[in-house]
Structure formats: C-alpha cells, structure tokens
C-alpha cells in the first residue's frame, strides 16, 4: 500500500514538465531569505567567511526545480542562473525534505547515491560538516504578517526592518 507521502511526491512529479519552465528567481529568492534567516545567523563567523563567495546550486531531480545561491558577508542570496557553480546539489524533493527535518543525514544519503555532490569537495565537506554540526533548521511557522512579537518573529516576512 502505498504511503501517503509516497503518494504526494509522486503527484508533485507530475507537475515536472510545468516547474521546468517556470522562472527560477523568484523560488531562489525565497530560498536565500530562508536561509539567511534561519541557518546564517547559526554559522560560526569563521565558516561564514570560508563559505562566502561560493555559489551552490541546489537541483530537485524529480521535480525539475533548480536554484542557485551564493553566500556573502550578509548572508545568503539567489545567485544568477549564468552564474558558474561552485557546488551542485542533486537529491529527490523527498530526500532534500528528509535532509532538511533531520530525519536522514548527508553521509547516508551521499552513500546511497540519493544526494549527489558534484563540484569543488573541499567547499561540499566544509557546506556538509557545517550542515552536520549545526543540525537541522528550526522551520516551525512564521508569524502572520504584521506580528512582530514572539520568540520565532520573522522581519522579512512583516517587513520590519
């Protein structure tokens, strides 16, 4: 019997063809801003450095999505499509998603050749270990907009400043 979730990706796969063409900036966008509010602040000064200027180009195979990002000194933002890679990142959305919760880890998805890292190594294992240390991203809901109060406020999603 197939599981629910199987189910859900295999839906979400269907629309490939439609994701491909869709323009990839603003899904790039809304990524860097995620990151650069959840994970950045949580990467030591010193890895923040070693890992700027790297772009990272992060491909979900099985629904033709691909954006790049790259980090800079005020954290990390879309990077444009012309751009060369540093690094590139290919996964099925349900193991960047396993990823992300921490319900699988990079070495075991590396090893299973479900993620795929192509690129400069000594860049994918400084990304990898830092993934690794820091754990997973707290992802639990943002506040409606206009709420600024709260432990978990997002000032990017309320627009303050």
């Given at each position: 019997m197939m599981r629910h979730q199987d189910a859900l990706w295999q839906a979400l796969a269907c629309g490939a063809p439609v994701f491909r063409r869709l323009p990839t900036w603003p899904l790039a966008q809304l990524a860097a801003r995620a990151l650069t509010e959840r994970w950045w602040p949580l990467v030591p000064p010193d890895v923040q450095v070693q890992l700027s200027g790297g772009t990272v180009e992060v491909v979900v195979t099985d629904l033709g999505l691909c954006v790049r990002l790259v980090a800079g000194a005020r954290g990390i933002s879309a990077a444009p499509v012309s751009s060369t890679h540093t690094l590139r990142i290919q996964a099925?959305?349900?193991?960047?998603?396993?990823?992300?919760?921490?319900?699988?880890?990079?070495?075991?998805?590396?090893?299973?050749?479900?993620l795929v890292m192509e690129g400069d190594t000594a860049y994918g294992l400084l990304l990898k270990n830092t993934l690794d240390a820091l754990g997973p991203i707290d992802w639990r809901p943002?506040?409606?907009?206009?709420?600024t109060s709260g432990p978990r406020s997002s000032s990017w999603m309320t627009g303050a400043q």
């Open positions: 099925q959305a349900r193991h960047f998603m396993a990823l992300m919760q921490g319900d699988e880890d990079p070495d075991t998805l590396f090893f299973d050749r479900r943002w506040h409606p907009p206009g709420r």
